[in-house]
Structure formats: C-alpha cells, structure tokens
C-alpha cells in the first residue's frame, strides 16, 4: 500500500506555528516522541483521524462544550502522538504541549484523558470501552433530538475485547444511523476475523465499506455522513503491524 | 431472564404515575418511583439488561427513547449509561448486584468514574437475596468494591419508602451513585440522610445499616448500648457516629461483606483507644441454599446470632478489665 507518509520525516517540516497541514504532523509527533521517524504502527491512525478533522466532523477548538458538535471517541486510546498532533495542528491545544508528551507536569499521557486535554472526548486506554461508549452516546444524542452523530475509532485487535460485540450487535439492533465506526485495520488481531472484520458488522445489519486507510479521498468519501438509516462500518487498511 | 421473575403486586399506577398504595418491596417501589421520574424530567433514562423489565413496560411503550434495554450484555449496559451522561442526561442503570458492580467493575471504573460523569446505579439481589440460587447469584461484596472508587455515594435502604426517597434524591443530583436494593426490608421506613439515633446507651454504639436494623434492636434489646441507622454509608456519618458516642466499643453491623466499612470507623476514632467489632457476611462461601432466613441465621446476622455476638464482645472487654 502507498504511504504518503512514508516519505515524510521531521526534517522536511519544523513549522511550529499554524496553520498546520497533513504534511506539518509528522513534525507534530517528533516533538512528542524525539524521533524523526515514525513507523507504520505509530501513524496506523495518522491518516484517520486527520481526515476527520480537517473534513468530516463538525467540531473546533471554539465551540468544546456545543451540545450539538460532532462527538469523536477514540476507543483505541493506545499510542495517541497522532491524535495528539492532529488536534494540537487544529488548535485544541498549544503545540507547546506536544514536548512534555508522558512527563509527571505533562497533560498529555500515553493514554488521552478527557478531563486533562481540550477537544479529548473520552479517556481511553483499556481496551473496549469507547464503543460501547459511543452506542450509549449515539442512543443519547438521538433521544434528545441533536443531530449530530458520534464517529469510534477502534483498532482490529481491539475488537478481540468482547464488550465491542455486545455494541455492534445492539448497534444494528437499534439502528443507530448516527454511529459511524472507524476501524484502523493492521491485521493485528491474534486469531484474526475469517471473513474480515467488515463480515462480521455486515451480519449484524451495518453499512460496512473498505478503504486504503491512507488514501484521504477515499477516506472521506466513507466517512461522510450519508443518509443511511443503520450505523457504518469504515474499515481502513493499513501496512501490516511491523 | 436469568432468574424466575417476581410478581408484580396489585398496586397500580396510574397514566401520571402517581402511585395508588405504598409500595410492598423495594424493587416494587423502584419501579414504581423510577416510571414516575421518567415521565417527569426528560433528561432521565433508564438502561436496563433484561432484569426487572416487567416492572417497565409502560414507561417502555411512553419512552421508548428513554428507556434502553440492552438485553443479557452487562458491560454495554454500564458503558451505555455513561455514554448517555456525556451526551448529557442523566442515566439510571440496574440489573442484579452481582452482574452490574462485579462483572461490570470495570466499566464502572472506567465509563463513570474516569470519564468523570454522573449516573445511578441501583441492584436488586444483594448480598444472600437470592440464597437459593447460589453463588453465582449472591454479591455481598458489592459494597465493598464500589467503595474502591472516588466520589460514589453509597445508600442502603431499609425500606421501600426509604429506596423511593433515595432514588428521587438520586436522579435530582449530579454525583455517581449507588443504589443497593434488597427484599429484606425493617418494618418502619426512617428518614434518610444523617444516622438516626434509634436508642441512646452508655456501653457502647451499634452502627446498623439499612435492612438490619429491626435485628439488631431486637439483639440489643435491655442492653445499655446507643443503636445508631444509616441508609446512607457513603459519605459515611462520622460525626453523629462520634457526638453520640459514650464508651468507645463500637459495632458495626452491615447486611454485606463483613467489615466494609470498618476502616471509616477507625478513621473517624483515630484520636480515641476504642474497639470494633464488625459484624457481615463473611468471605467464606456458603455452600447452602434456603432462604434468606437461612442465610442469615448462618452468617449469625439474625437476632439471636447478633445478640451472641455483641454480648460475648462486650463482656470480653469487661472480663478483661
């Protein structure tokens, strides 16, 4: 699979200021982790959540606490430099923050807190919990009439956790039209999904699409809201863990 | 449905939820008063997994939106109550103790605690509740592990009327709490908030919490000891603990693990040489089925058993001087 970020390292962006572009958070993540490089597993997401923010949700910096903002949940709360990145690039934060990233003065821990960084929806970390936070959330926001919707972002392992199939299942169930999945594939999963894991939210009555996760207008086009009346599935490929 | 459910008694409720008859149990007064408040405030929903749903088929059929069921899935029901408070209401989850604090604990945890939102978590089933269905059905440490984390209020009624005022107080806040509902009940409803003082004694206080109480004023029965209530042990009520106290042997009765709050009675009599005596459910599994009764009698939590053993405490301390 073509990386675009395959050629990216920090010596070809040191701009610290905004705004800030895709290319810009490669750098974004050096100030976090000292490395010039990163590997595939630390930008399995990179692409994601970018296109999330630069495209689809309907959420800033401004408007935090906006009953009615686009809510993101990143379940898979495990290596966040790039999710840290994106939202210090979109200003959620002072890129400042970046640099202190796991420190004891630091907001920015190895897993996100809620409570401790702007624009961080959920705490995450253990595993399998953000979906069935984001069912609860979905089904929330539709009782009260906000038409936003709530996008999840799990990692194929991740859904090795039980919990995540009691939330697909009542998902599909409620028709939850408003819960848009993300699933950043690297075939991490020990046992694997036969059929792959869009198989298996198929069965439970998802919309399930397939993308190069590191294609941002393929990328776009399924995660942009349809007027589908049953949760999506978004199932996005990447390089093999390493 | 994991258990035979229980029938419904004859009391009805009416279109606007007013309740016609006090309520015989206090499950039957949480389905009741929680129907009540869904019809009441909009920003209240309840998320059920099965258990006790026979209790919500109106307010089902009125609130569809509002009342979730998530069917035999414990981890979601927790996690669905805490992503429905970020969305901003206010959740109130239920389903039997053991399957809602032990098999869920983490999502209590995580979902509620760590995230930092509010929501109500009542149980039925507490403790030996179910005694004839075994283990697998019986949670006395509950209590004890909710205890574990920050900020839970923890209420134990001991009776309907009591579970009804606690839950409306509840929902009307913010805070996390726990709800601990059981079939033993006291045969008078107190007033909940402070300890009530039930006796005054100068040999000792017996701290009895929620459904003890009527056992332990028949145990205590002519001994000169103060007789203290709590339904409410989380805050625990140090200070009408320590302004009643006269001699410093205190004993603690809890209708769960024994001993769960007793590091909140050493706190509160750090400064003052005292002794405790903590009396509960013991760790040891029961290996008997039978009736509540039954295991009452066997964990010395009814009358006689507790009378033996507030009476051997406080001789021992008098044999010793």
């Known amino acids: 699979m073509s990386s675009p970020t395959d050629s990216l390292t920090a010596d070809q962006t040191h701009r610290r200021t905004p705004p800030f572009?895709?290319?810009?958070?490669?750098?974004?993540?050096?100030?976090?982790?000292?490395?010039?490089?990163?590997?595939?597993?630390?930008?399995?997401?990179l692409d994601v959540l970018w296109v999330l923010y630069d495209e689809i949700l309907d959420v800033s910096a401004a408007a935090l606490d906006d009953p009615a903002r686009d809510r993101f949940y990143l379940s898979k709360g495990h290596g966040p430099m790039a999710y840290y990145a994106v939202l210090a690039a979109k200003g959620f934060f002072p890129v400042d923050w970046l640099a202190g990233f796991g420190g004891a003065h630091s907001r920015l821990g190895h897993h996100p807190d809620r409570n401790l960084v702007p624009g961080v929806e959920i705490s995450s970390g253990s595993l399998g919990h953000g979906f069935p936070l984001a069912v609860g959330t979905a089904l929330g926001l539709r009782a009260q009439g906000v038409d936003s919707r709530v996008v999840c972002l799990v990692g194929d392992a991740e859904l090795d956790e039980g919990s995540n199939a009691e939330a697909m299942t009542?998902?599909?169930?409620?028709?939850?039209?408003?819960?848009?999945?993300?699933?950043?594939?690297?075939?991490?999963?020990?046992?694997?999904?036969?059929?792959?894991?869009?198989?298996?939210?198929a069965v439970e009555g998802w919309i399930v699409q397939r993308v190069d996760g590191r294609d941002h207008q393929a990328l776009a086009v399924a995660m942009r809201r349809t007027a589908a009346t049953v949760p999506t599935l978004v199932v996005a490929e990447v390089e093999d863990q390493s | 449905m994991r258990t035979p459910?229980?029938?419904?008694?004859?009391?009805?409720?009416?279109?606007?939820?007013?309740?016609?008859?006090?309520?015989?149990?206090?499950?039957?007064?949480f389905g009741e008063t929680m129907s009540e408040l869904l019809d009441e405030?909009?920003?209240?929903?309840?998320?059920?997994a099965d258990?006790?749903?026979?209790?919500?088929?109106?307010?089902?059929?009125?609130?569809?939106?509002?009342?979730?069921?998530?069917?035999?899935?414990?981890?979601?029901?927790?996690?669905?109550?805490?992503?429905?408070?970020?969305?901003?209401l206010r959740p109130v989850v239920h389903t039997f103790s053991t399957f809602l604090v032990e098999r869920a604990f983490e999502q209590i945890k995580l979902g509620f605690g760590h995230q930092d939102v509010g929501g109500v978590l009542v149980s039925v089933g507490g403790s030996y509740d179910v005694s004839s269905g075994g283990r697998t059905h019986q949670g006395p440490g509950d209590v004890a592990l909710v205890d574990t984390l920050p900020d839970f209020d923890i209420h134990v009624p001991g009776?309907?009327?009591?579970?009804?005022?606690?839950?409306?107080?509840?929902?009307?806040?913010?805070?996390?709490?726990?709800?601990?509902?059981?079939?033993?009940?006291?045969?008078?409803?107190?007033?909940?908030?402070?300890?009530?003082?039930?006796?005054?004694?100068?040999?000792?206080?017996?701290?009895?919490?929620?459904?003890?109480?009527?056992?332990?004023?028949?145990?205590?029965?002519?001994?000169?000891?103060?007789?203290?209530y709590a339904s409410t042990i989380r805050?625990?009520?140090?200070?009408?603990?320590?302004?009643?106290?006269?001699?410093?042997?205190?004993?603690?009765?809890?209708?769960?693990?024994?001993?769960?709050?007793?590091?909140?009675?050493?706190?509160?009599?750090?400064?003052?040489?005292?002794?405790?005596?903590?009396?509960?459910?013991?760790?040891?599994?029961?290996?008997?089925?039978?009736s509540p009764r039954d295991h009452q009698r066997a964990h010395d939590l009814d009358a006689a058993g507790l009378r033996r053993s507030i009476t051997d405490f406080l001789d021992a301390d008098t044999a010793a001087r």
């Open chain 2, 235 to 290: 805050p625990f009520d140090a200070a009408t603990l320590t302004r009643t106290l006269g001699f410093a042997d205190v004993i603690l009765v809890e209708p769960y693990a024994v001993g769960t709050s007793a590091w909140h009675v050493s706190q509160a009599l750090r400064h003052v040489p005292h002794r405790l005596l903590s009396l509960g459910v013991p760790r040891a599994e029961l290996r008997s089925y039978g």
């Open chain 2, 41 to 48: 405030d909009l920003s209240t929903v309840l998320v059920l």
């Open chain 1, 21 to 45: 572009s895709f290319e810009d958070l490669p750098g974004l993540m050096s100030l976090q982790t000292g490395d010039e490089k990163h590997g595939p597993a630390a930008t399995s997401t």
């Open chain 1, 170 to 201: 009542v998902a599909g169930s409620f028709d939850l039209s408003n819960l848009t999945v993300v699933v950043v594939d690297n075939r991490s999963s020990s046992h694997g999904w036969r059929g792959g894991v869009g198989a298996h939210f």
């Open chain 2, 51 to 88: 258990i006790s749903r026979q209790y919500f088929r109106q307010a089902e059929a009125e609130h569809p939106e509002r009342v979730i069921n998530v069917g035999i899935r414990e981890q979601l029901l927790v996690n669905v109550g805490a992503g429905l408070a970020l969305s901003g």
């Open chain 2, 5 to 29: 459910s229980r029938s419904t008694s004859a009391t009805s409720t009416t279109a606007t939820g007013a309740t016609a008859t006090a309520p015989t149990s206090m499950r039957e007064a």
């Open chain 2, 159 to 228: 009776h309907p009327v009591e579970a009804r005022r606690l839950l409306r107080d509840a929902v009307a806040g913010d805070g996390r709490v726990y709800l601990r509902l059981t079939e033993d009940s006291n045969a008078q409803a107190r007033p909940t908030g402070s300890m009530s003082v039930e006796r005054r004694g100068a040999r000792g206080s017996v701290i009895a919490v929620g459904p003890t109480l009527d056992s332990v004023l028949t145990a205590t029965e002519g001994l000169d000891v103060t007789v203290l």
